[in-house]
């Protein structure tokens, strides 16, 4: 069965960089476009960052102005991103997603929370 | 930037009553829409995809409708294990954008 376990989550100093990890199983991780969404506490979900299935296109919110950065290891099926210089306004749980063929999402992880504070 | 409104906030239901929520594009995006459920401590959960079909083990009792800007998110008769928040989400273009959601309570 199909499993996304994100990891790397944890408390960081405004202006510090972290990568969060996902983990996929269960399914052929070449073939399908990768997501991050993240949900602040108490708000509601907001889409961050894609990577094409062929891992040659990337999107981004355009609220994140740069900071992050998406990839992917195909040898050790798992979805990174990489997000520097935090703030507070970055604090939320992150979840990573497959996406069904340039469409909905239909697979999500249990998230990983990111708490930025001095 | 396609801004995706979802209305109410909170929706107020008795348990077996009818759900109605609502969605709007702030221009059209289609069929290329998807809802989510999202219960407290849980990761979101897709119910329904193409505005209006059903995802995989969905009860019937959840149904889409719509398309271009006007969606509709219908649960028939509400059980208890469907008192959680509501996301629209939009798909057909870059950015993938979420309504604010919907959070759906027991009256």
């Known amino acids: 069965q199909v499993q996304l376990v994100e990891s790397g989550g944890g408390v960081v100093q405004p202006g510090t960089s972290l990568r969060l990890s996902c983990e996929a199983s269960?399914?052929?991780?070449?073939?399908?476009?990768m997501n991050w969404v993240r949900q602040a506490p108490g708000k509601g979900l907001e889409w961050v960052a894609a990577l094409w299935y062929d891992g040659n296109k990337e999107f981004y919110a355009d609220s994140l102005k740069g900071r992050f950065s998406i990839s992917r290891d195909t040898s050790k099926n798992t979805l990174y991103l990489q997000m520097n210089s935090l703030s507070a306004e970055d604090t939320a749980v992150y979840y990573c997603?497959?996406?069904?063929?340039?469409?909905?999402?239909?697979?999500w992880g249990q998230g990983t929370l990111v708490t930025v504070s001095s | 930037e396609i801004v995706m409104m979802q209305s109410p906030a909170t929706l107020s239901v008795s348990p077996g009553e009818r759900a109605t929520l609502s969605c709007r594009a702030s221009?059209?995006?289609?069929?290329?829409l998807a809802w989510y459920q999202q219960k407290p401590g849980q990761a979101p959960r897709l119910l329904i995809y193409g505005a209006s079909t059903r995802a995989t083990g969905i009860p019937a009792r959840f149904s889409g409708s719509g398309s271009g800007t006007e969606f509709t998110l219908t649960i028939s008769s509400l059980q208890s294990e469907d008192f959680a928040v509501y996301y629209c989400q939009k798909y057909e273009n870059w950015p993938l954008t979420f309504g604010q959601g919907t959070k759906v309570e027991v009256k």
């Open positions: 997603a497959r996406r069904e063929e340039r469409s909905y999402f239909n697979y």
């Open positions: 269960g399914f052929f991780f070449s073939s399908y476009g």
């Open positions: 221009q059209s995006v289609r069929s290329d």
